[in-house]
Every structure is written in structure tokens, then in C-alpha cells.
């Protein structure tokens, strides 16, 4: 079944846009006088206090939004043209009546940040709510954690409209959120346009590329913070590891951080080449460079090793990393020992995220009509292309066309081929998966995206995954 969300934006431009000053042709000048406040002649009122960032109100006034539907208040009365005077008590009276929807600025926007509540939120601020720094800081976060695009997008548009909108901690929760989100593209546009940064917003760039598989643009990005004249620290280097894209880069930066740079390596960085040489396949290597070690391994470096020799078959590497793992901290190699009932098996769900919507879609429930009809023709595109289904990813004991029949129709290609015919040509595609992709779905979309020239970005329990130009950004590593 899919479920449809929709994401209707909103803003306070009508608080200029239906009031316009006539002057008379006439008139040369027009001659002003003040108003003093009295039964008569009531004090004017702001009608939305958020569209002014520095506005500070002593009291707390109300906020008035025009409905789309709402007519112009009358400005004759009885045949007679009203004076200034009357309309200001006029308006002072109208958004009483039916046409306006009253807001109170007394909103708890951190409750509804703690509850959740993120896009109810949105919409008061939208509506011209004022939000403190903390609500920002509550809110990016949320969205960061939930993959919020949408959302985020539209809490970046009011943080820039707000007081807070140049805040260096903010613009880095910013840069966060994309990347915790696949955006690296708005990740790096608040970047380039921040007038003031810090380590941190260096270090979150580089570690958001590294997370979404473009470690290359990290390393570039580092090499340019080296030549404005910033000092590389230990965290520094502990993002650059995790954005090297091959074992002769890994090293090369490891031994850059100890000569030119000075650093003494700390457990982090002799773990992130670890990572470097194990997901590249080089488990003799990093079981030398453990034992070469000039401080004792911990028990976080021995279960690293144990887990790549698990992955690339490396038994006797395994068993030794499993022996000494129990020696250093017995309550890791136990639980993995001891037998536990079989996990209940996870409903396969995909959201395919689009500019004002989110679907939602369940493996259980295969979509025919037009998704189902679109990926069958995909499927006979990619076979002219060379895709071979790899059938070993299907478990159950049935025949080969069966197999491939059950593959065809795997939630992430349903989810993709909706998108293909609902969204413009060219757009970019987020799917959003509960479960891990399968090595059958990861070589299919590689594809599948060279087929229809579009960037698909699925992120699934491990990682992203954009697919472009038949590649994938996690060099087929995941």
C-alpha cells in the first residue's frame, strides 16, 4: 500500500502583498503627522513580527494570517470614504471575523520539537512564529536523524530569514543535516557561503563525502583547507582515512599526519587504516599492520580485524582476532557465541521521497498498474544492456523464472519505477530502505541508472548509495 504525504509550503509574503499605498496623482508631497494612542484612535499592530529579525516586541502581539479565499476589508462605508483614522480602527477589528486565522505567538515550538512534531512546527514558523536558536538546533537535528529533506530544506530557509541565519554552530548543524540526509550538494552550497567557519565545518564536509561515497571531493576539500593556511588536527585526519578511496591513499595520508604534520597517531587513526586496508580486500596487510603496532591493539581494533577476516573468508586471521577479542573484553565474544532465537523477519519499506510528497512502498503488496508496467520494460532494457539476475539472493526453494520473478519485483525497483513516472525527466530519485540492498538490486540499478540518465539515491540500513552514469558511489563496497 502506498501512503501519500503532502508537503505544502508556506511563507508570509501575503503580509505585503495585498496592501499597496495610493497617493494621489496630485500630490506632491504627502504631509504626515504623528498619531497618539487613544479610545479613538487605537495603536497600529504588526501584523507578522517574524518577517523582521531584529524586531524585538515588548508585548506579545497576535499574528494574523490572510486566507487564500479571503476578500479585501471594505474601505467605503455607508457610500463614504473612510478616513485614516477609521480604517486603522477598523483593521484593528477585522481579523475577527471569518476571513483570518489567528495565531498566537505564545507557541511551544520545543515541545513540538520533543514530541516529534517537526513539520507542525515548520508551519507556525511559516506563519510568522518567532523561533529561538535552540528550536533551530532541535529541529535540524530531527531531520538529520529522520533523512527529512524536504523538511530541512524549508527549516534552512527560515534559519536564513531569521536572526540566527549567519550563526557558524547553526551552519554546521546545516551542513550536517545534508549530509545525514545524501544532499551533498546543499551541504557544500552552505559551506561555500558561510562568511565565518571553523575545524568543525572542515571536518563535517569532509566526513559527509566520505559518508556518501564522494571521498574523493573530501580529499580535495582537504587539500584546499592545507593551502588557505589551516592546520590539520587529529580529527582532521580521522575524516581524511574515512575519505580515502584506495590503500596508497590511506597510507600516504597516515604518514603525512605523522612527519609533516607532527601529529602522534591516537587509536582512531591506526583504526582508520584498518578500515582502509579491510575494506579493500588487504587482510594480510592489516593483520601486519596490527601487529607492527607500536601500542598495545584494543579490543575495538581486534574486532575490526575479526570482522573483515569474516568477510573476505580469512578463518584462521578470524579465529586468532576472536581469541584475543575474548582476552581484552570477554563480553563481546560471548554474546556473539551464545545461541539466540532467529530475529523476526523486517517488512521490506521504501519511501521514495519527491519535492512535495513521500511514498511509501511494501515489498508484501506488489504494485501493478503503471510502476508495474514501466519496470517490466525496464527489465527488458537492462537485459540488452547485459543484467543477469544473480539468483543466489533469492532463498526460497523455487524454480530459476521464479527466482528472477521474485527479484523483478523487490520494493527498491518498485519505488524506483514509480518515480520514474511521476517525477520530471532528469530529476534526481531518493529511496529511502529499512533493510540492506541486495547485491541483485545493487547491480540493477547501476543499470537502470545509465539507462534513464537520472542520479538514484538510495540509502539503505548501511549507507548511501548514489547510482549514476552505471556506477555507484560505494565503489560496490558495502
Excluded at 68 to 84: A, C, D, Y
Excluded at 225 to 246: D, H, I, N, Q, W
Excluded at 323 to 329: G, H, N, Q, T
Excluded at 350 to 378: C, F, H, I, Q
Aim: charged residues 25%; glycine residues 8%; contains cysteine.
Amino acid at each position: 500500500m502506498a501512503s501519500l504525504m503532502s508537503l505544502n509550503r508556506t511563507g508570509n509574503s501575503i503580509i505585503t502583498s495585498n496592501f499597496k499605498a495610493r497617493i494621489p496623482a496630485h500630490s506632491s508631497a504627502l504631509p504626515l503627522k504623528p498619531i497618539s494612542s487613544s479610545p479613538q484612535n487605537p495603536p497600529l499592530k504588526l501584523l507578522c513580527t517574524y518577517a523582521l529579525p531584529n524586531h524585538q516586541p515588548t508585548n506579545k502581539p497576535r499574528v494574523f494570517r490572510r486566507q487564500t479565499n479571503s476578500t479585501h476589508p471594505p474601505k467605503q462605508h455607508n457610500g463614504q470614504n473612510l478616513t485614516g483614522t477609521q480604517l486603522n480602527t477598523q483593521n484593528a477589528n477585522y481579523p475577527q471575523t471569518e476571513n483570518f486565522t489567528v495565531v498566537h505567538s505564545g507557541v511551544d515550538l520545543m515541545g513540538l520539537c520533543e514530541e516529534g512534531k517537526i513539520r507542525e512546527a515548520v508551519e507556525y514558523m511559516g506563519q510568522g512564529v518567532c523561533a529561538e536558536y535552540g528550536v533551530f538546533c532541535a529541529m535540524l537535528s530531527s531531520c538529520g536523524k529522520t533523512k527529512s529533506l524536504e523538511v530541512g530544506r524549508r527549516v534552512h530557509d527560515l534559519l536564513a530569514r531569521s536572526k540566527f541565519g549567519g550563526d557558524v554552530e547553526l551552519n554546521n548543524k546545516l551542513i550536517e543535516m545534508y549530509g545525514r540526509c545524501g544532499s551533498m550538494r546543499d551541504a557544500r552550497r552552505v559551506f561555500d557561503r558561510m562568511r565565518e567557519r571553523n575545524m568543525s565545518s572542515w571536518h563535517l564536509m569532509i566526513n559527509g563525502y566520505a559518508a556518501n561515497g564522494q571521498g574523493r571531493d573530501g580529499l580535495l576539500l582537504f587539500e584546499r583547507m592545507r593551502k588557505v593556511g589551516l592546520r590539520p588536527v587529529g580529527e582532521t585526519f580521522v575524516a581524511v582515512l574515512s575519505a580515502c578511496g584506495s590503500v596508497e591513499e590511506g597510507l600516504m595520508y597516515f604518514e603525512l599526519m605523522k612527519k609533516e604534520c607532527g601529529i602522534i597517531p591516537g587509536i582512531e587513526h591506526y583504526l582508520g587504516v584498518i578500515d582502509v586496508l579491510g575494506k579493500f580486500g588487504h587482510i594480510n596487510e592489516a593483520e601486519e599492520f596490527v601487529d607492527k603496532m607500536p601500542i598495545e591493539p584494543t579490543a575495538e581494533v581486534w574486532e575490526a580485524l575479526r570482522n573483515f577476516a569474516r568477510i573476505h573468508g580469512a578463518i584462521e586471521l578470524e579465529d586468532r582476532a576472536e581469541e584475543m577479542l575474548a582476552a581484552l573484553d570477554p563480553s563481546k565474544a560471548i554474546t556473539d557465541k551464545i545461541p539466540t532465537p532467529p530475529q523476526k523477519k523486517q517488512l521490506a519499506v521504501n519511501m521514495l521521497e519527491g519535492k512535495n510528497r513521500v511514498s511509501e512502498y511494501r515489498s508484501t503488496n506488489p504494485y501493478k498498474g503503471d510502476a508495474y508496467e514501466k519496470l517490466k520494460g525496464l527489465n527488458g532494457q537492462m537485459r540488452e544492456a547485459g543484467y543477469v539476475p544473480d539468483t543466489r539472493y533469492v532463498l526460497h526453494d523455487i524454480d530459476q523464472e521464479a527466482k528472477e520473478q521474485a527479484l523483478l519485483y523487490h520494493s527498491e525497483r518498485l519505488a524506483i519505477a514509480y518515480g520514474l513516472i511521476s517525477t520530471p525527466a532528469r530529476t534526481p530519485l531518493r529511496i529511502i530502505k529499512n533493510l540492506r540492498i541486495c547485491g541483485d538490486c545493487h547491480n540493477a540499478i547501476k543499470i537502470m541508472s545509465k539507462i534513464v540518465g537520472r542520479e538514484l539515491i538510495v540509502r539503505d540500513n548501511k549507507r548511501f548509495h548514489h547510482f549514476k552514469d552505471g556506477k555507484c558511489s560505494c565503489g560496490d563496497y558495502w
